[in-house]
């Protein structure tokens, strides 16, 4: 019995092509699609293929260039590394990755942050082997001279000599002084690093430029110019830790200058700040030693021993 569907004017029959015509069309799409998808996949991995072809022939690798300008430094290693491995000789790719492992450790801790490290001086150092005699090479030292400063003291020298070549090479950076200062300052090589820290001064006088290069003339015996420097310290700084430790190296002059009272009154400024400092109450002790008063003066090496039970000084003064 054929079914009817209500009008307001009139009775018809329901039409099943319809019906049809609609199945069709939703296969139709489906169809469609499909064959959509599968052709511009197929397009894709030929635009992707071209652009491989193209990039490896012509050693065209901006695009990582400009990741990393970005800050994209996942990007430029994920990407990079297929083609390292299609041309493993390629000293910008290697130079590239290189950089990029070194910014990502400064977001890493503990082991991974070593590993980074690791592969940013591996990669950093082939790159420049494998560079040609004109590449410029002025960033990359830069890069591979901090890979090493972040590695620690037993690698300063080498952290030292390459960012002397990126100086060398023109390449200018405001923290790269400072580093360079105070890199030297703790391979004990004291004229390099009054030069670097002298030179990190005229670009910013940060506290922590003042200190080291203070300490610079004072282990070079220029007592003078160390003075000065402690002195400005003192005015200008506004950290405790360091007018503490200015305080106790202007104490630490007067005592080998002989000039007992001001040095007392620099040590009496030590102890408003810290009181609790085991050297400033041995070098009490030892002015006190130098005026006859050996009461007085053990009693200063025992309360520094007493803060730091392995002060050696104080040790030695008292057995």
């Not at 197929?42 to 635009?47: H, M, P, Q």
């Not at 990039?55 to 695009?63: G, I, L």
């Not at 003192?234 to 950290?239: E, G």
Request: charge should be neutral.
């Amino acid at each position: 019995m054929s079914e009817f569907r209500y009008s307001k004017y009139y009775y018809r029959p329901k039409k099943r092509k319809k019906k049809v015509f609609i199945i069709f069309f939703i296969l139709l799409l489906i169809g469609g699609a499909a064959f959509c998808s599968f052709f511009f996949l197929d397009f894709y991995r030929i635009y992707k293929d071209i652009v491989d072809f193209y990039r490896v022939s012509f050693n065209d690798y901006r695009f990582l260039q400009k990741n990393l300008d970005s800050g994209n430094y996942n990007v430029v290693i994920l990407e990079g590394i297929p083609y390292l491995q299609k041309k493993p000789y390629n000293s910008q790719l290697l130079r590239y990755i290189g950089e990029a492992y070194y910014y990502i450790s400064s977001g890493l801790t503990g082991e991974e942050k070593e590993e980074s490290i690791e592969k940013a001086i591996m990669y950093l150092r082939k790159g420049i082997t494998l560079s040609a005699f004109d590449d410029i090479l002025t960033k990359t030292y830069y890069i591979l001279g901090m890979s090493y400063f972040k590695k620690g003291l037993g690698y300063y020298e080498l952290a030292a000599s390459y960012l002397g070549k990126a100086l060398n090479q023109g390449y200018t950076d405001d923290s790269i002084y400072e580093i360079m200062g105070y890199s030297y300052f703790k391979l004990g090589a004291h004229d390099d690093a009054i030069q670097y820290l002298g030179r990190a001064k005229a670009v910013s006088e940060k506290d922590i430029v003042l200190l080291f290069l203070a300490h610079a003339y004072r282990n070079k015996g220029q007592y003078e110019s160390a003075r000065s420097e402690f002195e400005g310290l003192v005015k200008k700084s506004r950290d405790d830790a360091i007018l503490e430790e200015a305080h106790a190296a202007l104490a630490w002059i007067d005592f080998q200058e002989e000039r007992y009272e001001r040095a007392r009154e620099n040590l009496q400024r030590v102890f408003e700040l810290n009181e609790n400092s085991a050297d400033a109450h041995y070098l009490y002790g030892n002015i006190f030693e130098k005026e006859g008063d050996l009461i007085s003066a053990r009693k200063e090496w025992r309360l520094a021993l007493k803060i730091d039970p392995k002060h050696i000084g104080a040790i030695e003064k008292l057995y």
